[in-house]
Every structure is written in C-alpha cells, then in structure tokens.
C-alpha cells in the first residue's frame, strides 16, 4: 500500500511540474511575443520618422524651387516690362527675343531710353534680395550663389548704364546687348538651379 501511495504521490509530483513548466513556457512565450511586439514598434517608429524626415527634406527642395520661380514671375519679370516698356512677356524667352525687345524700346524712346532703363534699376535689386530670402539647402548652395551673383551682375550692367550718354546711339545698343547677356547668364543658372533642386525631390 505505501508503494501505492509513493507512485500516486510521485505521479502528482510529475503532472505538478508538467503544469509549472506549461506555465513557464507560456511565459517566455509572451516575453518573445512582447518582445517581438516592442522591436516591430520601434522598427515601425523608426521607419515612420524616417519617412517624414525624407518628407520634410522634399519640402524644403520644393519650397526653394518656388521661391526661385515667383522671383522670376514677379521680380525678374516687372524689370523686363521696365526695361521693354509695351513688351510681351514672351518675348523675354530668348536672349534674342530679348534684346530685340530691348532695342524695340530703346528705338521708340529715343534720348530718353537711358534714363528710362536707370530707373529700372531698383526693379533688378529687388531680384537679388528675392534670392537672398529663399531658403535654400546647403548642398545647392553654389548653384543658388552663383544665381545670386548673376542677378548682381545684371543689377551693375544696368547701373552702368547711367554712364551712357543718351545721344551715343552706338553705346546705347552696346548697353542694351549687356543688358539682354546679363539676363541670359540669370536664365541659364537658375535652370541649373531648378535642376538641382528637381534631382532631390525625386529621390
């Protein structure tokens, strides 16, 4: 009868220490389910930020290539109407559609069209402090300077222009062809601008 106790007593013993380890491998089940539950959180944070970081990043390429663009639009743009009074906007496509405008106006307004071209000159500053506003990134940064640069040269083409006699004919068409160079020279580095910025949004 003992040893029939003994056996009920060690098969108890047994079924305890099965359950105990059923428990504790229930356990570390939910620890590696918590676990895994915790590291995918974090994977998904992580990746969450990640994305808006590329979203914020793309925004600021974008916010600069407008901000090129409306100095174009409104700056740029009113010193050309100045300079070519009664002149199509289209007609400022080109370097020669340009300069051909130029030389239409300065033809039409005869001893007058230096000093009307002068007066332009706060027209084209305003160009370089439209640029100097917009937040560029630093990896754009030559191109934007160089940008910058070009719409002070412009601004010192036309500023020269106060040193041309109006009666000079032959300085005055001189004066007009750096005028419409100089405008070329903008074009050509704010489409290399528009480009750089362009490569990042799309990344």
Not at 45 to 64: I, P, S
Not at 72 to 101: I, M, T, V
Request: aromatic share 4%; with cysteine.
């Amino acid at each position: 009868v003992v040893r029939d106790d003994q056996d009920s007593l060690a098969s108890i013993q047994l079924d305890r220490l099965t359950v105990e380890d059923e428990a504790s491998l229930m356990n570390r089940g939910r620890i590696w389910q918590l676990r895994a539950a915790v590291v995918g959180a974090v994977v998904l944070a992580a990746a969450g930020l990640f994305w808006m970081k590329n979203v914020d990043t793309r925004e600021v390429y974008v916010d600069a290539a407008a901000g090129v663009a409306a100095v174009h639009s409104n700056q740029l743009q009113a010193f050309l109407l100045c300079a070519a009074p009664g002149g199509d906007r289209e007609l400022f496509s080109s370097k020669e559609r340009l300069q051909g405008a130029l030389q239409s106006a300065s033809e039409r307004l005869g001893k007058g069209y230096v000093r009307t071209l002068v007066r332009c000159a706060p027209l084209v500053e305003a160009v370089a402090t439209g640029l100097a506003a917009v937040r560029t990134p630093s990896d754009v940064a030559p191109q934007a300077q160089a940008l910058i640069s070009a719409a002070k040269d412009l601004q010192q083409t036309v500023e020269d222009g106060v040193t041309v006699p109006s009666y000079d004919s032959a300085r005055v068409q001189a004066l007009v062809g750096k005028v419409a160079t100089s405008v070329a020279a903008y074009n050509e580095r704010e489409a290399a601008l528009a480009v750089a910025l362009a490569a990042h949004t799309k990344k």
